[in-house]
């Protein structure tokens, strides 16, 4: 894979603009809280919207390989289907895992280790059960975690380090909350 040639994160972008928003924006425009209380000193790097070694266009490439198919990844005991949702990509969603993703929330939990290469990716539904996002996140052991949150049409909102998705997913001394939300 091109990413770990170039030793290069889900979810999906959790913010709703279509620029990155790197760590530190106000999100007053994300609809996304910009102080959720949450610690977020993770000692990953930040966004700083400049992707100067390629990193980020290598992890959107394979999140964007892997949007027509994700549907065939397999889901966690508990949280098959669509389920109800309290976290803000809507009030139902559906989440699927690659195989490293299952095999490590398996061992660990979902806010256990995430070897690098986990994958998620979560359709979030409005109130009718329509499509309104798809949230991804891929990890790489040397950026981070990468969000993507696609539009249903799979074109790409936001994506790269997004406050709003470090708050929730990344709260210090958890490698990159997987667990349903």
Request: glycine share 14%.
């Amino acid at each position: 894979m091109f990413r770990t040639a170039v030793l290069l994160t889900l979810f999906a972008g959790c913010s709703g603009d279509d620029t990155t928003k790197p760590t530190g924006s106000t999100g007053s425009d994300t609809g996304m809280p910009t102080d959720t209380g949450m610690p977020t000193d993770t000692g990953m790097p930040t966004d700083t919207g400049t992707d100067t070694n390629g990193v980020e266009a290598a992890l959107q490439a394979e999140l964007d390989a892997e949007l027509p198919n994700y549907q065939a990844w397999g889901q966690i005991a508990g949280w098959e289907g669509v389920v109800p949702s309290t976290g803000p990509h809507g009030p139902t969603v559906q989440i699927w895992y690659n195989q490293l993703a299952i095999d490590a929330i398996a061992a660990g939990g979902a806010a256990g280790p995430q070897p690098d290469g986990s994958m998620s990716f979560k359709e979030g539904y409005d109130a009718k059960g329509d499509v309104t996002a798809i949230f991804a996140q891929v990890k790489d052991d040397t950026y981070g975690w990468y969000y993507v949150k696609y539009l249903p049409d799979h074109s790409v909102e936001t994506s790269g380090r997004v406050q709003g998705c470090i708050d929730c997913h990344e709260v210090t001394g958890v490698d990159g909350y997987l667990a349903p939300q």
